[in-house]
């Protein structure tokens, strides 16, 4: 298993300095840095970037992954033919900047939209369906360019169409690749799962991805959640993939309004502090998931 962390931890703003935040981590003893996609609109926008960040990832000897939630405008599953064509240019033209950074990786709730606007029509089953459909087309592309699409499960605040593991295997069983796999995280699964250890194995071989966090979103090992049967769970099934810490302390900034963090979680909260939690929290999951 490698480990790493959402560089969202340090920052109020998806897009970031990736290049501090990898040296970053590898200081710290992680395996793999996370990045938003949402730089990839903004700041990292032509194919030199990205080959620099590579570049700085290889040598330092960390690992990329990507996170997104996919904007209304890129909803795959809208009942509106043209949302559904903009959503798919999006996928189409990101999935190949990811191959040219060497990340194999790209989680989310990409079969909708995020954060979740309640004030918006749901149909659970026609919107699966639309991105079933979707999501295969994408499938061919997430393929093509080897990059593994995971389909992350998030509580019933932030997304409608996804909340357990059995449904998000109902959904990867249904698009029917190898490279569209379920994505667990442990804070959606405290709110939706009867039994956190039991979901994870339930994933089984088809889990591609994992987040980590405590009950309301701390780095692990300072909360109430079942580390030592989680960890158990996925020695299990064997789980070799990436398990990537995704804290969110800090209010403020487009961060802290659409993950809806209202108050410092974690008092006076510098980047030494950060960083500090941090480092205890890698050795804290390395410790209990290694037994």
């Known amino acids: 298993m490698k480990y790493g962390i959402y560089n969202a931890y340090w920052t109020r703003e998806w897009s970031s300095d990736y290049k501090y935040y990898i040296q970053k981590v590898k200081q710290l003893g992680f395996d793999i840095l996370e990045i938003s996609c949402a730089a990839l609109q903004s700041d990292y926008t032509e194919d030199k970037q990205l080959l620099e960040l590579k570049k700085c990832a290889e040598e330092n000897g960390v690992i990329l992954t990507a996170g997104y939630g996919p904007t209304k405008e890129q909803n795959i599953c809208s009942p509106d033919p043209e949302v559904v064509k903009r959503a798919m240019q999006f996928f189409t033209n990101l999935i190949p900047k990811l191959h040219l950074m060497d990340i194999k990786i790209l989680g989310g709730g990409l079969y909708s939209y995020w954060p979740l606007d309640m004030a918006l029509p749901m149909d659970k089953e026609a919107d699966t369906e639309r991105a079933i459909q979707n999501m295969r087309v994408l499938a061919k592309v997430a393929e093509e360019y080897d990059v593994t699409l995971g389909m992350e499960v998030l509580n019933r605040y932030e997304g409608y169409m996804l909340n357990t593991c059995e449904e998000a295997l109902r959904?990867?069983?249904?698009?029917?690749?190898?490279?569209?796999?379920?994505?667990?995280?442990?804070?959606?699964?405290?709110?939706?799962?009867?039994?956190?250890?039991?979901?994870?194995?339930?994933?089984?071989?088809?889990?591609?991805?994992?987040?980590?966090?405590?009950?309301?979103?701390?780095?692990?090992?300072?909360?109430?959640?079942?580390?030592?049967?989680?960890?158990?769970?996925?020695?299990?099934?064997?789980?070799?993939?990436?398990?990537?810490?995704?804290?969110?302390?800090?209010?403020?900034?487009?961060?802290?309004?659409?993950?809806?963090?209202?108050?410092?979680?974690?008092?006076?909260?510098?980047?030494?502090?950060?960083?500090?939690?941090?480092?205890g929290a890698l050795e804290f999951v390395r410790h209990v998931f290694e037994r």
């Not at 780095?219 to 020695?235: F, K, S």
């Open 171 to 279: 959904f990867v069983d249904a698009v029917g690749s190898t490279h569209v796999k379920v994505m667990l995280d442990t804070f959606h699964m405290n709110i939706e799962e009867d039994n956190m250890a039991a979901a994870i194995r339930m994933a089984g071989d088809k889990l591609g991805h994992l987040h980590l966090g405590e009950q309301n979103r701390l780095v692990p090992g300072i909360g109430t959640l079942p580390w030592a049967e989680i960890g158990q769970a996925l020695r299990d099934i064997d789980y070799q993939g990436a398990a990537v810490m995704e804290p969110f302390v800090m209010s403020g900034g487009t961060i802290g309004k659409e993950i809806k963090v209202w108050r410092d979680l974690v008092p006076d909260a510098d980047e030494e502090r950060l960083d500090r939690d941090a480092k």
